[in-house]
């Protein structure tokens, strides 16, 4: 079945550093989500890529979504302790549901 | 409402009980899914709505899962005969239409089988 991976699975950073999680498909997706969850609390949505190629910017968070749409990234420029949490992409292939990948849980040293 | 709700928040159950797990969903949200979140994983799809109608239950890992939204809002998880590979996070998300809109989720209900 579908599986999609992340990585890394922990990274540790100084306040002011940047972040990276890739986020790799094993199918191709029809569409790529994003949700950060802070320990303790919910998944929230933070934003839905759909074209080929796309780049989306959130002030310090960019997102890009893979050419061949298997693959994505999120980069958080400058981290700040606000950014501490676990990062989830959500697939959408061929079927009705999201396949949520394994996370990369973020912390943000001050 | 003003977001995804769920009841109870926490759940202690001895091995063998039954348990029942609520989701009510935003207002007017016509899919409702429900997903299982293990510690330090991702969470992981077992049930779809679209109203009322179940189209999509390939997640649920027995036959001691049962979902229901008769009415197509509130949302019922049934758990029959729990065991301790059960004890996990239960996550409802809802969305206006369809699965590929934005999903909001509730803050789940974190289930403990002795």
């Known amino acids: 079945g579908q599986q999609v991976m992340q990585i890394p699975q922990y990274q540790h950073v100084q306040e002011g550093e940047d972040f990276t999680t890739y986020c790799n498909s094993s199918t191709t997706l029809s569409n790529i989500q994003w949700y950060k969850q802070r320990p303790g609390g919910h998944p929230v949505f933070l934003i839905q890529l759909v074209k080929s190629g796309e780049v989306k910017k959130q002030k310090r968070l960019t997102f890009q979504f893979g050419e061949a749409k298997k693959n994505s990234s999120l980069h958080i420029t400058a981290t700040q302790t606000t950014d501490v949490g676990t990062y989830f992409c959500a697939g959408e292939g061929n079927t009705d549901k999201l396949i949520f990948g394994t996370g990369t849980r973020l912390q943000v040293f001050p | 409402g003003a977001g995804v709700s769920q009841s109870p928040r926490y759940k202690v159950a001895k091995r063998g009980q039954d348990v029942a797990l609520r989701c009510d969903p935003i207002s007017g949200h016509v899919s409702l899914f429900w997903y299982q979140q293990a510690l330090g994983q991702g969470p992981e799809f077992l049930t779809y709505f679209q109203n009322e109608a179940q189209l999509d239950k390939s997640g649920l890992p027995s036959d001691r899962f049962f979902a229901e939204r008769p009415e197509g809002s509130v949302s019922t998880l049934k758990i029959q005969r729990t065991q301790q590979e059960d004890s996990a996070v239960y996550l409802c998300?809802?969305?206006?239409?369809?699965?590929?809109?934005?999903?909001?989720f509730g803050p789940g209900t974190r289930l403990t089988v002795l």
């Open positions: 998300a809802s969305s206006q239409f369809s699965s590929t809109d934005t999903q909001y």
